[in-house]
Nanobody
Framework: QVQLVEAGGGLVQPGGSLRLSCAASGSIFSFYAMGWYRQAPGKQRELVAS???????DYANSVKGRFTISGDNAKNTVYLQMNSLKPEDMAVYYC???????????WGQGTQVTVSS
């Protein structure tokens, strides 16, 4: 059993920053990558950023240069530093962990990010 517990969402003004964290527990040895997805009302869930076990990262074009994903292997935790937040970044953010083929996925419960003045 794998559990992903997210934290760090909240309300922030446009241009502000937030840091999300996702702590993993359980059978994490099968993870190949962890990442963050988001889903805004009426929209499909989309990949925001991901990081593999060897440290390779990938970002959605809309967040490049503003968001940074990082991992702490000792703590089994992945972070998403979000800077220069925009109203269009407002969504529920979900932590994801998957195996190499993407055939096994685990999801956190989601954390709300609200960007508003």
């Amino acid at each position: 059993q794998v559990q992903l517990v997210e934290a760090g969402g909240g309300l922030v003004q446009p241009g502000g920053s937030l840091r999300l964290s996702c702590a993993a527990s359980g059978s994490i040895f099968s993870f190949y990558a962890m990442g963050w997805y988001r889903q805004a009302p009426g929209k499909q869930r989309e990949l925001v950023a991901s990081i593999t076990i060897d440290g390779s990262t990938d970002y959605a074009n809309s967040v490049k240069g503003r968001f940074t994903i990082s991992g702490d292997n000792a703590k089994n935790t992945v972070y998403l530093q979000m800077n220069s937040l925009k109203p269009e970044d407002m969504a529920v953010y979900y932590c994801n962990a998957r195996n190499a083929r993407g055939s096994i996925n685990y999801w956190g419960q989601g954390t709300q990010v609200t960007v508003s003045s």
